[in-house]
């Protein structure tokens, strides 16, 4: 392209009123620039800049310009002559855009760290030229803050000799690097001495509130700030230096100040001089030089709300915690002024009354606790009395963390509890202490004190645990007389009559989180269940009130109940309780979260089976919850037209049915046979439901909560309901849920053993079966399709790592009759194959591994030990499996997996050091040590002779070490020997 053409296409892809050819102009410079050489592009873009009066076009110039990662120097020097050129005459003008300048800025010091000193030895005689500084001052102070901010970037070895020949290094005959003979004759000490009359001046002319002179300023300190972590502190600290900072510094600080933003550069200037590598004692001497901290104190006002600008008071605040956590430490047991100093503006910042300045300082707040903690005083105090008022909520606050500002402010008062954990932690007594003290000085009654306040101190009780070491600080305090006399006083008062929502859900939160105190007081007990059951907690107007009660109370019971008492502090609100939770249960008018009505039932549940009450009280009680509830899903049920045509909305009222069955039934570990019978009739229900609407993702869902639940309160009551259940669940399931499939018929082989499987018979195959179908359906292709995306074979493998799983729960549980029953013993050759090709053809460790479990434990199962080989003595098989099959079995072993598992060993990337694929190895040789303790005339002639000497061409030396081995450890030995030493031979033959 030509100088011209670029120009055009340019102009054309900025202009947005004609899509179409802006994309097809972006399109061929996007082309030009990938496939034109660095050398062609570096010439036609110093075309274009000589002959462009286009803003965007200089603009794609210097960018695509600062891209190009081979031009030569001289390509440099002729590209930044033309932008010199054309900024000291009366092209000056196109060059007039902020963003133009700053890209400037970008490529000068792209070109400097290139060139400078051996290719662009005036580089900074260049940048500092008279001309260029009276009619572009910026052009040169931007370029030296983006050569800073790269300092900052990266110390790579670029930048380290860019800064040593700025400050005036050079290396003697030893190597050494010797400082110039005065700073201010180095380039460094030249360029300070151009910018602070720069500053001078922009400083008065921004008395008039020119807005250039401010941007000239604010340039000016982010120079220096570039400057002050690396160049001689002779330089930055000289009274002219300091005077201007401070000058700009006071200017900041007044209400509407035009200057805010040089404040804000000052207190980052000073935050790089403080965290500059020195000696402690330097730091303290330099804070004490400058006179920083009085500067601030004198020009910022840190007590009065917006009267200096917020931006320069948040600067304020980090320097202080800066500066703090850097001397106080240093300071700490001496009376210094400068710890005197430090103090007073952190305590105005951390009290200040905005977020971000409080927020700025609680790093150093922490530091000062840890400081403290041996003996607390007076700053300790202050400490504790400025986190109580600021925890306070504004007084306008809403409380809906949805709302970004409110939730800033949420994130605040959390940053605020750590801390106080940080107090308690060091001083409990202390803090105690000041807690009560706290309470004790609100107006009563409570239900009357201001909202802010009492909603801290109760922040204050309920987080005092968290602090409390040795943990769990809960049993710490509850045997500390005074916070239970606290706490006391707490449940004694009015506060449940508070009219604001987040007291009373506070105050319930403590009172369940302290909840050891109510098992000895049966009378405070009694007026929080109260509280939490009446018109200020169950039937309270406001939602988030009652959806918290639901929540706490069943956490409350679960405290405080005992299923095994006889006198239960609970027994006498049972009937009352369960009266009251029914009748908001059948309340329309009130509107209930699921989560909220599954918390009810849990309750019931908890309080009918963990309050000591007698059967028949039990079953009564059930049956009154039960009986309402299992007639309104039968009513549902009933209406087989409207479930059929809507089975979303239906199946979301009928999950929640099942569900709420599901929670009722937590309160019961061993219930009764009277409750059994109940909850008999749930899992028919449940089966109604199921059998209505199998295809409805929620209704299974919940059915698998309810089924494994039941399991654990009936025991083997349910087996006779799991055929059914079973395969409506397996027919209907997906991708999704065919992990709670495999999980119930674990929990079945767990929970029933051999007993499990006439409810296993039928399902076995179907299971197996759909996982076939789903791994298939993911992909499209087949299993051992090597073509099949990462993801998807990802999604094949967990689906059949399912199928390996319930396998090997069937084996280890001694479930293992299922694979022989009329239903599935013709299946079982194919039940092996598919195992044996997860031992040896997948590549995951963890799925080989439950791959030879399942092997390993069958054959365990399936061949009784034997007193002593005789002769050719049959294989013995065990009193439930027929010989035939075992011995097909051992054939298939010793033929098949052996040496299928073998060869899995041998491949390349197969390492013994791994502990996930070493486990694999251990598995093996479980088969090895059984085989050679219960067959060992199998182990001999088929393994050792036929597969390891004649297939393998295992040496005589290891096979008979295999043969004497004794223990499984030593077998283990064996096969990593052989393992290595196939993969010597292998990498050799290679090789």
């Not at 410079?29 to 034109?36: A, E, F, K, P, T």
């Not at 000291?88 to 800025?105: I, Q």
């Not at 369960?578 to 599954?598: A, H, P, V």
Request: charged share 20%; glycine share 4%.
């Amino acid at each position: 392209m030509t100088p011209q053409e670029v120009e055009q296409y340019v102009l054309v892809a900025s202009d947005a009123s004609n899509p179409q050819h802006q994309q097809q102009a972006n399109e061929l410079l996007l082309h030009w620039v990938s496939s034109s050489s660095d050398d062609v592009l570096a010439d036609t873009l110093r075309g274009v800049l000589e002959l462009t009066q286009r803003e965007v076009v200089l603009f794609y110039c210097l960018t695509t310009f600062h891209r190009l990662k081979q031009t030569t120097a001289e390509q440099r020097a002729r590209f930044r002559r033309e932008i010199f050129g054309q900024l000291l005459n009366g092209k000056s003008s196109y060059w007039g855009p902020t963003y133009l300048r700053t890209k400037v800025g970008v490529l000068l010091t792209k070109f400097i760290q290139l060139d400078f000193p051996h290719a662009w030895p005036n580089a900074f005689n260049d940048i500092t030229n008279p001309d260029l500084l009276r009619g572009a001052p910026d052009i040169c102070l931007r370029t030296l803050v983006a050569l800073t901010e790269e300092f900052g970037k990266d110390e790579t070895e670029i930048n380290t000799n860019i800064k040593d020949v700025l400050r005036g290094y050079t290396v003697d005959q030893q190597q050494q690097q010797r400082p110039a003979s005065s700073p201010r004759l180095s380039i460094s000490g030249q360029l300070m001495a151009t910018v602070l009359p720069i500053l001078a001046q922009s400083l008065e002319e921004s008395n008039g509130n020119t807005d250039y002179a401010l941007q000239i300023a604010v340039l000016c300190l982010g120079v220096i700030k570039g400057f002050m972590s690396w160049v001689d502190l002779s330089l930055l600290l000289d009274e002219q230096t300091l005077n201007l900072l401070f000058k700009a510094l006071a200017k900041s600080g007044t209400e509407n100040s035009p200057v805010a933003d040089a404040g804000v550069s000052v207190l980052e200037c000073l935050q790089e001089l403080i965290g500059r590598g020195m000696e402690d004692d330097k730091k303290v001497a330099l804070l004490s030089r400058t006179n920083a901290l009085e500067q601030i104190y004198t020009h910022i006002n840190l007590e009065v709300v917006d009267a200096s600008p917020i931006d320069v008071v948040l600067e304020v605040a980090k320097f202080i915690n800066k500066t703090g956590l850097e001397v106080l430490p240093i300071l700490s047991g001496q009376e210094h002024p400068i710890y005197s100093q430090v103090l007073e503006l952190f305590f105005r910042c951390f009290a200040y009354d905005d977020i971000d300045v409080s927020a700025a300082v609680i790093p150093l707040a922490g530091s000062l606790v840890l400081s403290r903690q041996q003996e607390p005083d007076a700053v300790f105090s202050q400490l504790l009395a400025v986190t109580y008022r600021q925890m306070r909520y504004p007084l306008d606050f809403q409380f809906d963390y949805e709302d970004e500002d409110e939730a800033e402010e949420e994130i605040y008062r959390t940053e605020l509890r750590k801390l106080n954990q940080k107090f308690v932690r060091a001083a409990p007594e202390f803090c105690l202490q000041f807690t009560s003290q706290t309470l004790a000085q609100l107006p009563l009654p409570l239900s009357n004190a201001p909202t802010p306040d009492l909603e801290a101190a109760l922040r204050l009780v309920y987080h005092y645990c968290e602090g409390i070491r040795p943990a769990p600080g809960l049993k710490v305090v509850m045997r500390n007389e005074t916070f239970r006399n606290l706490l006391v006083g707490l449940h004694s008062s009015d506060i449940t009559s508070h009219p604001h929502v987040e007291v009373l859900t506070l105050y319930y939160e403590t009172s369940v989180r302290y909840y050891p105190l109510l098992k000895d007081r049966p009378d405070l007990l009694q007026i929080l269940l109260g509280a939490l059951t009446g018109r200020r907690g169950l039937q309270n107007e406001h939602a988030r009130v009652r959806s918290r009660c639901c929540y706490l109370l069943p956490r409350l019971i679960k405290s405080v109940g005992n299923s095994n008492a006889t006198n239960s502090i609970l027994r006498p609100y049972v009937e009352t309780a369960i009266t009251g939770i029914q009748g908001l249960l059948q309340n329309k008018s009130i509107e209930l979260r699921m989560d909220d009505t599954l918390n009810l039932f849990e309750t019931i549940g908890l309080l009918l089976g963990k309050t000591g009450l007698e059967e028949a009280a039990q079953q009564n009680y059930l049956t009154q919850v039960m009986t309402p509830h299992v007639r309104s899903i039968e009513h549902v049920l009933e209406q087989k037209q409207a479930v059929a045509q809507d089975p979303d909305t239906y199946g979301e009222i009928l999950s929640g049915a099942i569900a709420s069955i599901a929670f009722l039934s937590k309160g019961f570990k061993k219930p009764a046979p009277g409750i059994q019978v109940v909850l008999l009739e749930a899992l028919k229900i449940n089966l109604t439901v199921l059998q209505t609407l199998p295809s409805n993702d929620q209704v299974r869902n919940k059915s698998y909560i309810l089924v494994q639940r039941l399991i654990q309160c009936l025991g083997d009551q349910v087996l006779p309901s799991m055929p059914q259940v079973l395969y409506l669940l397996i027919a209907h399931c997906t991708a999704e849920d065919v992990l709670d499939v495999s999980q119930l018929i674990n929990q079945l082989c767990i929970k029933f053993k051999a007993d499990a499987v006439p409810a296993l018979d039928a399902a076995l195959l179907p299971f197996l079966q759909k996982c076939q179908t789903l791994a298939t359906l993911s992909t499209a292709a087949p299993i051992s399709s090597d073509t099949v995306a990462p993801h998807l074979r990802t999604e094949q493998l967990s689906i059949r790592k399912l199928t390996f799983a319930v396998l090997q729960h069937i084996v280890s549980y001694g479930a293992d009759a299922v694979f022989l029953t009329q239903t599935n013993v013709s299946n079982l050759e194919s039940i092996l194959q598919s195992m044996q090709d997860g031992a040896v053809h997948v590549e995951d460790p963890i799925m080989k591994k439950t791959c030879l479990v399942f092997f390993k434990e069958l054959l365990r199962q399936w061949v009784a030990p034997s007193e002593q080989s005789k002769g050719d003595a049959e294989v013995p098989p065990t009193a439930t499996v027929p010989a035939y099959i075992v011995e097909g079995y051992i054939r298939f072993l010793s033929d098949s997996l052996i040496p299928g598992v073998l060869f899995s060993f041998f491949k390349e990337g197969f390492n013994c050091e791994d502990a996930n694929q070493w486990r694999t190895v251990t598995e093996l040789a479980g088969i090895f040590e059984i085989l050679q303790e219960r067959l060992p005339n199998v182990y001999q002639q088929d393994v050792l002779a036929r597969k390891l000497t004649n297939t393998f061409g295992c040496p005589a030396s290891l096979v008979e070490a295999f043969r004497v081995a004794s223990t499984r450890k030593e077998t283990e030995t064996c096969l990593k020997q052989l393992i290595t030493s196939r993969s010597s031979s292998q990498t050799s033959g290679t090789s």
